[in-house]
């Protein structure tokens, strides 16, 4: 079977599994989404036999994966699964992932945003910086470096309440705020306190979750508190013109052979992004992957150079520091 690729819509990726599952088809499908998520579903001769859409396995990998309206997908035949974990028909699986789909969607409809590590979110400007109630959670939102919003931003005066806290002198499991105009109240723990003196509408979940030294789950529900508490918004992220990619994929052609398109590809997908959905912000680490790939020091040092002209050619400076 040759190379598949196309886009993802609605009901796509099961007829494309039933495709592949009548065709006894072996290799990895590879979906791609807009908000730098990923997944790889391996197939031996038409059998689902592993799916990874991390944080997620197997059958909830693949519900979450039906759950996509929007993306990429790339079939590779044979490319072997890492491990064998499914022995259940892809009809059988599919049934399955399709209810687990539909029971998230039906909760995720009601009241639950969806977020998940790779999500941008920034402050909403409008709102009051929350401040913990009681001297243990200051003590710990001063020890972080974000004491001062990285947009410059100082928490606004406001009044806290939390009399049950304070009565039984222990940590607080949550943190009651009162802004100093209107009555509205918001209740957030301190994870979600924690994150919100954070948000820069740059920084992902996950990279925050670097920053803190906690699990990005953690961090995930936190940001899930900020949207509901209405503390914090998406961010859309600004895109690079794919033509840039398209470039960049023939320079590597051109120093590398063939190989280099594969390179490109390869680099992009462990970034789990694609040509047309590379955030401004990614550039500077895709062409770290890229120029590792350069063995020769000579060959790097003319891909760099290259590279220059293609960011100057797209208004893609360099936003590492110390560069230009």
């Known amino acids: 079977m040759t190379t598949l690729h196309g886009r993802i819509e609605e009901g796509v990726l099961a007829n494309l599994l039933q495709y592949l599952a009548l065709s006894q088809a072996s290799g990895c499908l590879m979906l791609r989404h807009p908000q730098s998520r990923q997944g790889s579903i391996f197939l031996e001769r038409g059998r689902i036999v592993f799916v990874d859409a991390k944080p997620s396995y197997d059958v909830a990998a693949l519900a979450a994966l039906l ?76 020890s972080s470096d974000s004491a001062v919003g990285r947009g410059g931003a100082r928490a606004k005066p ?62 995930v529900r936190a940001g899930r508190e900020l949207l509901d508490a209405r503390l914090a918004e998406y961010v859309t992220l600004v895109v690079a013109d794919p033509r840039f990619v398209v470039e960049l994929a023939r320079e590597a052609v051109d120093l590398l052979g063939p190989v280099g398109e594969i390179v490109v590809e390869d680099a992009l997908y462990d970034m789990g992004l694609s040509g047309d959905t590379l955030p401004v912000n990614s550039v500077d680490e895709l062409i770290r992957e890229l120029s590792a790939a350069f063995k020769n020091a000579f060959t790097r040092a003319d891909f760099l150079r290259r590279v220059t002209e293609l960011r100057r050619l797209f208004a893609l400076d360099s936003t590492e520091p110390g560069r230009t």
Do not use: C, N
């Not at 999500?119 to 710990?140: F, G, I, K, Q, Y």
């Not at 924690?194 to 953690?218: I, T």
């Open 67 to 142: 759950r996509w309206r929007d993306g990429q997908f790339s079939f590779r035949p044979g490319i072997r699964s890492p491990r064998i974990s499914l022995e259940r028909s892809t009809a059988m699986l599919l049934l399955e992932a399709t209810q687990l789909a539909d029971e998230a969607s039906g909760e995720r409809a009601g009241k639950v945003p969806h977020v998940d590590p790779d999500t941008v979110l920034s402050a909403l400007a409008e709102r009051p910086l929350p401040v913990p109630h009681s001297d243990l959670a200051r003590r710990t939102l001063a």
């Open 158 to 219: 406001y009044a806290v309440l939390s009399p049950g806290a304070a009565a039984a002198g222990g940590p607080p499991a949550a943190a009651l705020a009162r802004p100093a105009t209107g009555d509205e109240t918001v209740a957030l723990s301190l994870s979600a306190l924690l994150l919100y003196r954070r948000l820069d509408g740059v920084l992902s979940l996950r990279q925050h979750a670097g920053e803190l030294d906690r699990e990005p789950d953690e961090v």
